[in-house]
């Protein structure tokens, strides 16, 4: 043996042994039908979930997202992409298209999905208690509260006689949100004209021949791709004068009149509390499918009296799980970013323009709060006495009359 590779031995043995490879980060595979901007927030609450159980993305965890941007047509390619790769878990966002998709790209890849429809007709789970399979996740249940909104335009405008729905009929909730609108319109005796739209051009056209149909209101489905198109449909709608409801807080507080619908961010908390379970080791089918137990009604008074014309704001007749009231600003915050209110009788709500309006409502409780909006920087706290309680007439979605309201000196 040569002096060379005597003196090479030596050196491998006193050379100290290889450390150990990091094991890999789990991946959670995030698909979404909507596009990252305007999801910020979401994707923000979602982490929340994450980080409650324990999980940091960057430190213990790796997300990996796929945004189709309001294009449904890439949503398969996208679920088949991330179902190859070796994710821990794909959580859903975006609706339905997402979740549709997930569920058909794999059968094996735990999924955990967040749904506008009813997850059972959808084929996502065999029942909400019972999942059984690879999914389960968040039913919103979102085209069911499609009712609703049509009970509010008819107190924002008692004289009214016809409505507009648009909606995406290629999203798989349209049918069901299109027979819960007939059905509440019917009721009213309303007419309703139906407009379907699923690119930017057909957006236009709806607008376009909106004024010949002579439509009193207009209510604009719960869609990904829609919520995309945001500042556009308001800026549509203003361009019309014509008083609309939407499915998501975001358009109240970009302009538009009102909007009624689910907590949305608490909604992606749970899912990544979900996701969080998986990677833990739980099994989608020992999840129960969660519902949301917190509604907001959010209506913007800062809008143009013009968008109004002969409306007046919803609850004024204190009429359902609604109530009018005017806001005042509390001096203190709380964890949502949201600003105390005091109430006030409905007819203070004329003529006034204070912002966003934000009502959430949770069973059996109903809370109350003024969304973000301009406003100066909260003072320093002062000394408050005990808020009063005093019940109301107000019926829930659970069919109980209670109404919990908070009234400051």
Request: proline share 8%.
């Amino acid at each position: 043996m040569r002096r060379r590779e005597v003196i090479g031995l030596f050196c491998a043995a006193l050379t100290p042994p290889a450390r150990a490879q990091q094991p890999a980060l789990p991946v959670i595979g995030f698909l979404s039908s909507r596009s990252p901007a305007e999801s910020a927030h979401l994707v923000a609450a979602f982490r929340v979930g994450l980080q409650e159980a324990g999980f940091v993305e960057g430190r213990n965890v790796h997300i990996e997202y796929r945004w189709a941007e309001g294009s449904y047509d890439r949503l398969r390619e996208m679920a088949q992409e991330l179902a190859r790769r070796p994710v821990a878990v794909i959580a859903t966002a975006g609706g339905t298209p997402s979740a549709v998709a997930a569920k058909a790209a794999t059968s094996s890849v735990p999924i955990i999905f967040l749904t506008g429809g009813d997850p059972v007709r959808l084929g996502l789970v065999e029942s909400l208690s019972r999942p059984v399979g690879n999914a389960t996740g968040i039913g919103q249940f979102t085209s069911i509260l499609a009712t609703k909104r049509v009970d509010l335009l008819r107190e924002l405008l008692p004289t009214a006689s016809s409505v507009m729905h648009l909606f995406n009929p290629k999203n798989r909730n349209a049918e069901i949100e299109v027979a819960e609108v007939q059905q509440a319109a019917q009721a009213l005796r309303w007419t309703l004209h139906f407009a379907s739209a699923s690119t930017d051009p057909e957006i236009e056209g709806v607008f376009e021949t909106m004024a010949r149909t002579g439509a009193d209101a207009l209510l604009v489905m719960t869609d990904p791709f829609f919520d995309s198109r945001r500042e556009r449909l308001i800026m549509l709608t203003r361009r019309q004068a014509i008083p609309a409801i939407y499915g998501q807080r975001e358009y109240a507080l970009a302009g538009g009149l009102m909007s009624y619908r689910t907590n949305f961010a608490d909604t992606y908390r749970q899912a990544g509390a979900y996701a969080a379970r998986v990677l833990g080791g739980a099994k989608p089918a020992d999840l129960p499918v969660a519902q949301p137990t917190k509604f907001e009604l959010v209506i913007n008074l800062r809008t143009p009296r013009r968008a109004f014309n002969s409306a007046r704001p919803p609850g004024s007749g204190r009429r359902g799980d609604r109530v009018a009231y005017g806001v005042r600003p509390s001096r203190s915050t709380n964890s949502n970013n949201s600003r105390s209110v005091s109430i006030a009788p409905a007819r203070a709500l004329a003529g006034r323009q204070n912002g966003p309006v934000r009502s959430s409502y949770a069973q059996p409780r109903l809370t109350m709060g003024l969304a973000n909006s301009e406003s100066p920087p909260p003072s320093p706290p002062r000394k408050r006495a005990a808020p009063e309680s005093r019940p109301g007439a107000s019926r829930g979605f659970n069919g109980q009359s209670h109404l919990a309201m908070q009234k400051w000196p």
